[in-house]
């Protein structure tokens, strides 16, 4: 069991207005009974032309420096200027100019240290332990941004660990994350297929599956509506998940409909999560007028 929530800001300029980390943490802490074991948070914020921004797992003491260090040669390897950096947390954060090829950026930069996320607007930030724990190291209630996704995870099947954790990023491409609450029972067989075309995987999570799955899909100029709907014939298993990127935010349910999902929707917001109590934490003491969507469904917002 695990919970999920995402939100997104309709109309908000460049996004430095709206508390888009408050609001996770507030939706999270809602339904943090749903997986006490580890919290992260996908957000999305301003963005500069040519500029990616990293983080990266690397540990603490000389095992940070060591990851650091042939992190930042791969990053010179590929022309990758460093204009920001810094240790917080167990991750290393930089902020390259960068115009070169992505995906192999991301694959060389993967065989040096554990890479969180890449994107021109996304950062992942995630670690063991709620909401509140994670914010209280990474800080997550400062930021202002458009949209971004949350997870809150209960260890089933695999060790808890920060790695582990959710949201989890297409691995080569930029700005796409997922959250998701199920399992893939095919799991393997679409990762094979991706693989015999040159993907590469960076963990055993079948989130990591889905959003490789869409970006593939995004990168051959299928729009993320049509490429959720064919997830839902392609995927095998009980599934609710949640998927951005810089422009969109979008979900789609399989059609048993056995992982729950509720959402609230205005001219200025739209809200998902796993249970209401989490939408109940953005308006304390206001009626909410949510719906669930219904089995097989799936549905994307576009800033």
Partial sequence: MCGIAGIMYKETGDGRNTSTGQALIDMLDGCQHRGPDSTGFALYGDMQPGHLKLRFFVGSGSEAEKAVARIKQILSDHSATIEE???IGNNYRAVVEFSGNLQKLSYDLEHAAKVISIGSSLEIVKDIGGAHDVDATYHVHNFSGTHGLGHVRLATESDVKPEAAHPFW??????????????????????????????EFNTDNDSELIAVYLADKLQQGVKLEEAL???????????????????EIGYAKDRLAVKPMVMYETDDMIAIASEEVSLNKLFPGQALNTMEPAPGTFRTWHR
């Fill in 85 to 87: 950096d810094e240790i």
């Fill in 170 to 199: 297409a691995t080569g491409f930029a700005d796409i994350a997922i959250v998701h609450n199920g399992q893939i029972t095919n799991y393997w067989k679409m990762r094979r297929r991706l693989q015999q075309r040159g993907f």
């Fill in 229 to 247: 709907k064919t997830s839902i014939d392609d995927l095998d298993g009980t599934f609710s998940f949640l998927v951005s990127t810089k422009e």
